[in-house]
């Protein structure tokens, strides 16, 4: 199983038992439940089950969730995920998230992204990847559009925040 990817000012890395309290904090983060499907907090005894299981190979979990982390402090800034990994049809979904709103903007989901689009089209030789973005996010539209993502939907009225429905765009990125 991959251990680390490493980039300029960051690196991926697989998730380890001490991430419990980190990973904690981002699901238990209701400013960002939105972009991660989330509606109910998770538990201490919850996260630490799937922290138990999360050495499991993509092939087996058909999912694949690394740490974010600065090259410099070593410290978590954020979380990647590949998701719904599907080897026959050879695509994945992706997203990511920055923990604090004081270290996003600063480049480090740019280059998260721009390693495990490596990651999946080189090594797991996936065809496609697709993320699921909120029509109002710019700053991850602008993101995944860097690399080329192209949004190909829009799932109408698909999320509901406080009693009011907002738009969903697919964007997907085929290797080339």
Same mark, same amino acid.
């Given at each position: 199983?991959?251990?680390?990817?490493?980039?300029?000012?960051?690196?991926?890395?697989?998730?380890?038992?001490?991430?419990?309290?980190?990973?904690?904090?981002?699901?238990?983060?209701?400013?960002?439940?939105?972009?991660?499907?989330?509606?109910?907090?998770?538990?201490?005894?919850?996260?630490?089950?799937?922290?138990?299981?999360?050495?499991?190979?993509?092939?087996?979990?058909?999912?694949?969730?690394?740490?974010?982390?600065?090259?410099?402090?070593?410290?978590?800034?954020?979380?990647?995920?590949?998701?719904?990994?599907?080897?026959?049809?050879?695509?994945?979904?992706?997203?990511?998230?920055?923990?604090?709103?004081?270290?996003?903007?600063?480049?480090? !989901?740019?280059?998260?992204?721009?390693?495990?689009? =490596?990651?999946? &089209?080189?090594?797991?030789? $996936?065809? %496609? @990847?697709?993320?699921?973005?909120?029509?109002?996010?710019?700053?991850?539209?602008?993101?995944?559009?860097?690399?080329?993502?192209?949004?190909? !939907?829009?799932?109408?009225?698909?999320?509901?925040? =406080?009693?009011? &429905?907002?738009?969903?765009? $697919?964007? %997907? @990125?085929?290797?080339?």
């Amino acid at each position: 199983m991959m251990q680390t990817l490493h980039g300029n000012s960051i690196y991926l890395r697989a998730l380890e038992p001490e991430d419990l309290e980190f990973i904690y904090a981002v699901e238990n983060d209701e400013a960002i439940w939105e972009v991660s499907n989330t509606i109910t907090p998770y538990s201490r005894f919850l996260i630490r089950q799937y922290l138990e299981n999360a050495q499991q190979d993509i092939f087996e979990a058909k999912q694949l969730r690394l740490a974010i982390c600065s090259r410099t402090s070593e410290e978590a800034l954020g979380l990647i995920d590949l998701f719904d990994f599907d080897p026959v049809n050879r695509r994945a979904g992706v997203g990511i998230i920055i923990k604090n709103e004081n270290e996003r903007g600063k480049g480090y !989901g740019k280059e998260a992204l721009q390693l495990v689009i =490596n990651y999946a &089209f080189h090594h797991l030789q $996936l065809h %496609q @990847l697709y993320a699921n973005i909120g029509e109002e996010n710019a700053a991850s539209i602008a993101l995944f559009s860097t690399f080329g993502f192209q949004k190909i !939907g829009v799932k109408k009225d698909w999320i509901c925040r =406080n009693g009011e &429905f907002f738009d969903e765009a $697919l964007y %997907q @990125l085929l290797q080339k």
